[in-house]
């Protein structure tokens, strides 16, 4: 029974953590029509952020992790401006190259032999709740990820850029017809994406304490499995479709027996594919929205 | 009548040049030539789907894996593989065929399993296309990974008999660009291009636009599991990670940047940057250059691969050619190829 809670307690964790990149993704996308390979890279570059602030205080550190995905953030919004009015076809090509030329600067930069972190490792250590032992850490993520979420949803609901940001998202021709300032919706979705992956790099950098150039890319693409499989049309949809490849993961891998592990990741990219087939909008999208089509 | 000889002996004389070429060089050299052959047939057999649909493809760096391993494993001595791997399916352990049946297995399973992956697949198109084969890439490394009775796992395949000589190379890629030629010209291959440019005026007219995608799918499949074939005679030893995402990105950038729509495209762009690609190789390695030694650190590679690639597809997305054929006379056309410059969806 403990163990059943211990890992249902994990699996929220790794949850909150995948939503969190989802709803990146998925916000880029949203106003754009963009998947952005280049995402994960966000993270590498506060993940190295954090290995070259190693001397400072954590304040300063996290504050460099967080200005790093920032700055990568407008750099990559202008960087793959050109590809605005392109296919998404077109921008998928161009994001997955920007991804292996950022990866391979770090490549240039670091080596590709991970480097450490030694980000508040104190926060690996376990609280015991009964006989239940949690790590400082999973709390951590649990509630950060509760608390940003929360706070994109308000600030999304309540504030104006958020309503345009909606408006852009639900149709962006219409939206800038009546008034929104496709510029403006566009880099602060990207500064907003910058900001949720400079968070998620705070946790991770905890969790996982060696950053290679591949580490952002790595934590990307199950992410990406999320919004596919939930629905990359819908902010909530995409992002609860992140929630639950984090989740399954790791209930899936205490469930599975041990030789077939190995394959989750073929498990998980077959359901991609059953869902692009099957319902090619997301499974936690209703479908009597079909009438909107043109 | 000449202008359809040209589309086909220009990128063939290109080829032959680079065999000639190369096969004068150093030994170093030489294997760089090499290599620039065999990527050509790969970007080739590539270019024969996603060219001729239109439909973006991740995932075909799986069916040179399949080939490469197929090939491999199958040429491999029967005397040591079942010792070195030993959760090998004993027919695979045992096998011990030659060279040239090797290569016509590797097309076989790179076909049979483009054409299983396909009979799904091919109902979609523009992203969600995109995203389903980057899918069928990342299941089959996971599974070529771990699966140690079809195949090394994450060990190295090694005592391949390196059978992939200039001949080789030259006659497999050149076999390639016919095939490639052949169906472009053919009646299915027309159909194709037709639904490509509109797809809604193809349905009209009757064509059955997914049996034609499964088609070329089915067929690139087979021409890239051959080309992993001479790949791995090339190599003499693999392991999964050598065919996957590094050389998804690479080949796709040289489609992209050769020019996404004609086989001279195709040719064009795996041997402008494989031939820079393995300069820089040379270079992230040391080299004398004019008696200057030069030494780049490594990721330089990759990194101008990349910054070529965007730079294409922002400024010049029909690639250096324009996507057209090479012909006589410079025709000055206005209208995009379109599949790439204009909305997939």
């Known amino acids: 029974m403990t163990t059943t809670l211990q890992v249902v307690v994990d699996a929220l964790a790794l949850g909150a953590l995948f939503a969190v990149v989802a709803l990146g993704i998925t916000l880029l996308f949203g106003v754009m029509r963009m998947v952005n390979f280049a995402y994960g890279e966000l993270i590498t570059a506060a993940a190295y952020a954090l290995v070259l602030t190693k001397a400072l205080s954590v304040p300063l550190r996290v504050g460099a992790a967080i200005a790093v995905a920032l700055v990568m953030a407008v750099l990559m919004d202008l960087a793959l401006r050109p590809f605005r009015s392109s296919s998404p076809t077109t921008s998928l090509i161009a994001t997955f190259a920007l991804s292996f030329l950022l990866q391979n600067v770090a490549v240039l930069g670091f080596g590709t032999q991970g480097t450490a972190m030694d980000f508040l490792p104190a926060l690996n250590q376990a609280i015991a709740l009964g006989d239940l032992r949690i790590r400082w850490i999973t709390v951590v993520s649990l509630v950060a990820g509760a608390a940003i979420l929360s706070a994109v949803a308000l600030l999304l609901k309540r504030t104006d850029i958020g309503l345009q940001m909606r408006a852009a998202a639900a149709d962006f021709t219409t939206a800038r017809i009546l008034g929104v300032r496709a510029n403006r919706v566009i880099t602060f979705a990207f500064l907003l994406t910058g900001l949720l992956a400079g968070l998620v790099t705070l946790v991770l950098g905890v969790q996982r304490p060696l950053v290679t150039p591949s580490f952002g890319f790595n934590f990307l693409v199950p992410a990406l499995v999320g919004v596919v499989v939930g629905g990359m049309d819908r902010l909530v949809a995409g992002t609860l479709g992140g929630f639950f490849v984090g989740f399954a993961t790791v209930i899936l891998g205490q469930v599975l027996p041990a030789g077939t592990r190995v394959f989750l990741n073929s498990a998980l990219f077959a359901l991609v594919i059953i869902v692009l087939l099957v319902r090619p909008k997301g499974l936690f999208v209703s479908e009597q929205r079909e009438y909107e089509r043109v | ?345």
Do not use: C
């Open chain 2, 1 to 345: 009548m000449r202008r359809k000889v040209v589309e086909v002996a220009a990128p063939a004389l290109l080829l032959i040049a680079v065999a000639v070429v190369g096969s004068v060089l150093s030994s170093g050299l030489q294997f760089q030539a090499l290599s620039i052959l065999v990527t050509a047939a790969i970007v080739v057999s590539m270019y024969v789907f996603i060219g001729n649909s239109g439909v973006l493809s991740f995932g075909h760096i799986s069916f040179v894996a399949l080939g490469a391993f197929g090939a491999g494993l199958a040429t491999a001595p029967a005397a040591v593989k079942p010792t070195t791997f030993p959760a090998l399916l004993p027919a695979l352990a045992n096998m011990e065929i030659g060279n040239i049946p090797s290569l016509a297995m590797a097309a076989a399973v790179g076909g049979l399993f483009a054409l299983l992956v396909g009979i799904p697949i091919m109902r979609l198109s523009g992203l969600s296309a995109g995203i389903a084969t980057f899918a069928v890439l990342i299941i089959t490394n996971n599974v070529l990974r771990n699966w140690e009775a079809i195949g090394p796992g994450a060990k190295t395949l090694s005592l391949i008999p390196t059978t992939t000589s200039f001949l080789q190379a030259t006659i497999g890629a050149l076999l390639v660009v016919a095939v490639a030629f052949t169906y472009q010209r053919s009646r299915w291959g027309r159909m194709l291009r037709a639904a490509r440019e509109d797809p809604a005026a193809a349905r009209s007219v009757g064509i059955d636009i997914r049996a034609q995608r499964l088609i070329a799918f089915t067929l690139s499949g087979a021409l890239a599991g051959f080309s992993g074939g001479l790949l791995v005679h090339l190599l003499g030893s693999i392991n999964t990670q050598q065919v996957f995402l590094d050389l998804t990105f690479i080949t796709l950038a040289m489609l992209v940047i050769g020019g996404i729509g004609s086989l001279w495209g195709a040719v064009v762009g795996a041997v402008l940057i494989s031939g820079v690609n393995s300069l820089l190789a040379e270079a992230e390695r040391g080299m004398g250059l004019f008696g200057v030694a030069v030494q780049v650190p490594s990721g330089t590679r990759l990194i101008a691969v990349g910054a070529v690639m965007l730079v294409v597809l922002a400024w010049r997305p029909d690639g250096i050619t324009g996507s057209e054929e090479i012909s006589w006379w410079r025709r000055w056309r206005e209208e995009p190829v379109g599949e790439l410059s204009s909305s997939g969806e």
